[in-house]
């Protein structure tokens, strides 16, 4: 009777074995989980910003607000019959 118990022992040893330290771990299973998550999250980000950089694209391509817009910001571009007006603020002037 006792070879019995001891068998059974040791077959429950060895499938506990595999259960915490073995492949597929339970160990291994939550790092994977954590991995999964935090990759979902960064496709989600990158999701995002395909987006916007479709819209933007898109916009480009057939709008012609967005590119009049870049001229303006980005190049310093002013329109015929413009004037431009750059306004610097002093550190030292007291707003009201």
Do not use: C, P
Request: aromatic fraction near 10%; avoid cysteine.
């Amino acid at each position: 009777m006792n070879y019995i118990i001891a068998f059974l022992l040791f077959l429950l040893v060895i499938l506990q074995y595999d259960l915490w330290v073995g492949k597929g771990s339970i160990h291994e299973v939550r790092q994977l989980e954590t991995a999964i998550q935090q990759q979902v999250k960064e496709n989600f980000g990158l999701k995002e910003r395909n987006d916007t950089l479709q819209a933007e694209v898109i916009d480009l391509k057939y709008g012609l607000e967005a590119i009049e817009e870049r001229a303006r910001t980005e190049l310093g571009m002013i329109r015929e019959d413009e004037v431009f007006f750059h306004i610097i603020e002093t550190k030292n002037e007291v707003k009201k």
